[in-house]
């Protein structure tokens, strides 16, 4: 069975960085692609980044420049270093892998 389990939101100010990490099980990890989509409150799911088992990647254009989404086999997880942050990056962020979502992870950032 598939687990995800997401780490590292927290409150930052404006401008501040944070860096979430995602350690997955259960699942072929070096095989399959990974996301982190966030969900701001009254708003839809987004996708903010997503990396491809390849490495490959791609972003919101809302983050380009600021967020990294990377992956580390060995140790089965995918992180999303976010730089830079805006009180329009509040919400909770959500890992993806093929059909499993995470438990999702506040993240708050104050002006």
Known sequence: ???LVESGGGLVQA?????LSC???GTIFRL?????YRQAPGKQRELV?????SGNTNYADSVKGRFTISRDSAKNTVYLQMNTLKPEDTGVYYCWSPNKWGQ???VTVSS
């Open 104 to 106: 999702g992870t506040q």
């Open 23 to 25: 350690a997955a099980s």
């Open 1 to 3: 069975q598939v687990q």
């Open 15 to 19: 401008g501040g960085s944070l860096r």
């Open 49 to 53: 980044a997503f990396i491809t088992s």
């Open 32 to 36: 399959v692609g990974m996301g982190w």
